[in-house]
Nanobody, 120 residues
Framework: QVQLVESGGGLVQPGGSLRLSCSAP????????MGWYRQAPGNQRELVAA???????NYADSVKGRFTISRDNAKSTVYLQMDSLKPEDTAVYYC??????????????WGQGTQVTVSS
């Protein structure tokens, strides 16, 4: 079982910032798309932002202009810079990595989740 390592969650006041990171081990193979999802209590998991291997990004309408996704291919790491945070951004954030393994083919890997709480 591949373990993605997430970090950066926490408690922040409205209007504040947080930066999440997620690293994938080399054993996942060739990484394609990387992304961040979130799930608030009672809600379904939803896409926050995604980035392709070529750097094309996609954002949920609710975070456009406030969140920025980026990746460091040399480190197999994806980041999510979250600015102007709102209470409705409170959720558990999960990273997702789509990769192609030379033996096992295309696989999707999820992080363990990191809590982001926006509250005064």
């Amino acid at each position: 079982q591949v373990q993605l390592v997430e970090s950066g969650g926490g408690l922040v006041q409205p209007g504040g910032s947080l930066r999440l990171s997620c690293s994938a081990p080399g054993s996942v193979g060739n990484i394609n798309a990387m992304g961040w999802y979130r799930q608030a209590p009672g809600n379904q998991r939803e896409l926050v932002a995604a980035i392709t291997s070529g750097g094309i990004t996609n954002y949920a309408d609710s975070v456009k202009g406030r969140f920025t996704i980026s990746r460091d291919n040399a480190k197999s790491t994806v980041y999510l810079q979250m600015d102007s945070l709102k209470p409705e951004d409170t959720a558990v954030y999960y990273c997702k990595v789509d990769a192609t393994h030379v033996i096992y083919g295309r696989r999707t890997h999820w992080g363990q989740g990191t809590q982001v709480t926006v509250s005064s």
